[in-house]
Structure formats: structure tokens, C-alpha cells
């Protein structure tokens, strides 16, 4: 059963929860393509650790959430909203896409798009951020797409395959938002 939290045309964002824990999900975590640009491929990931980490995904600083495809009812990654600051009225953004069937087909500017909205419609937060690799060409189309501006590079500021590379930052306003 699916538990629908945001909608869009083609995915369904619902809680990431212990329904979601799979071998599947578990190989993303592990599979060196799917984590090139993200650090869940750092440690093994095991059914006990990624239940773990669900368990610690969703509380009043985060909220996590499982990627369904409409047409299948497959689990096909995860977005989080996270370091959510209520004061200071602003969050980070990430997100995985594990099953690579739907990989350059939109998804994470769409699930990008449903959770920004998410963020200045009803958690009334004025700003949103998201941080990519230098090398993440596709993360970077993403952001830009959804008007999202790069303002800062960390400088070899995570390593990669033997190399250091730098961390673009992306943010966008409420106010940027709602004009496009």
C-alpha cells in the first residue's frame, strides 16, 4: 500500500520506511555507479544498517523520503529534506536515484521540484539548498532547471577515486520559486 505524502504526474514521494528496506535498496547503496557522487558508498550497507538509517531519517530536523514510479509501483530512490532550520528558515536537499532504469528521465527534477515546493508551501521556509560534485553534470542540470543558483564552491572538498574534487552549492529563495 502505498502511503502518499507528494504527488506529481509521474512519482509518488511517500515516507521512507521499514517497507522500503529490500536487498534492492541495500545494492544501490553498495553499487560504486549509483554512489559516485554521494557518500553512501563509504561503508557497506546491510539490511540491519540501512534498517538503522531509516529508522533515523524522519524526525522534526528531516524528512526522508521513497521515490515511487506511478506506472510500476517500484521504489526507485530516496529524497531528503534535512538539517531542516526552523529558526533560521532554510533546509539541505539530496537525493539517490538507485534504480538506474530511471536514470535521465526527469525524476530527480521532479522529486526536487515536489520537495522545494514542500519546503516553502508548508514548511514556510524562505531557503533551500543542495550541494553536487564538480563532476555530477546531470545534479547540476537539475538545480539549474529549477532555477536554483550555484553560490559557492568548496574547494577539494571531498575525494573521489584517488582525487580530490570540489562541492558546488546551490540554493534558491521562496521568492525565486513561486516566480517560475
Known amino acids: 500500500m502505498i502511503n502518499k505524502f507528494l504527488t506529481s504526474a509521474n512519482i509518488i514521494l511517500e515516507p521512507l520506511d521499514a517497507k522500503h528496506i529490500t536487498e534492492e535498496y541495500c545494492s544501490w547503496l553498495n553499487d560504486p555507479e549509483v554512489t559516485r557522487f554521494n557518500s553512501h558508498g563509504i561503508f557497506p550497507h546491510t539490511l540491519k544498517s540501512t534498517n538503522e538509517y531509516v529508522e533515523s531519517s524522519q524526525n522534526k530536523n528531516q524528512i526522508t523520503l521513497a521515490i515511487i514510479d506511478i506506472k510500476s509501483n517500484l521504489h526507485i530512490g530516496n529524497i531528503s529534506m534535512y538539517k531542516i532550520d526552523?529558526?533560521?528558515?532554510?533546509?539541505?536537499?539530496?537525493?539517490?536515484?538507485g534504480n538506474k532504469d530511471f536514470w535521465g528521465k526527469g525524476v530527480a527534477a521532479e522529486a526536487f521540484a515536489l520537495s522545494i515546493s514542500h519546503?516553502?508551501?508548508?514548511?514556510?521556509?524562505?531557503?533551500?539548498t543542495a550541494g553536487t560534485t564538480s563532476d555530477n553534470i546531470g545534479m547540476q542540470?537539475?538545480?539549474?532547471k529549477l532555477n536554483m543558483k550555484q553560490e559557492a564552491t568548496l574547494k577539494d572538498a571531498i575525494q573521489r577515486d584517488d582525487t580530490y574534487k570540489d562541492i558546488y552549492l546551490y540554493a534558491i529563495l521562496k521568492n525565486e520559486f513561486i516566480k517560475k
Not at 526552523?86 to 536515484?97: E, G, L, Q, V
Not at 542540470?141 to 539549474?144: E, G, I
Open 86 to 97: 526552523f529558526i533560521n528558515s532554510n533546509a539541505d536537499i539530496s537525493i539517490i536515484i
Open 119 to 128: 519546503c516553502f508551501n508548508k514548511l514556510n521556509l524562505h531557503r533551500v
Open 141 to 144: 542540470k537539475v538545480l539549474k
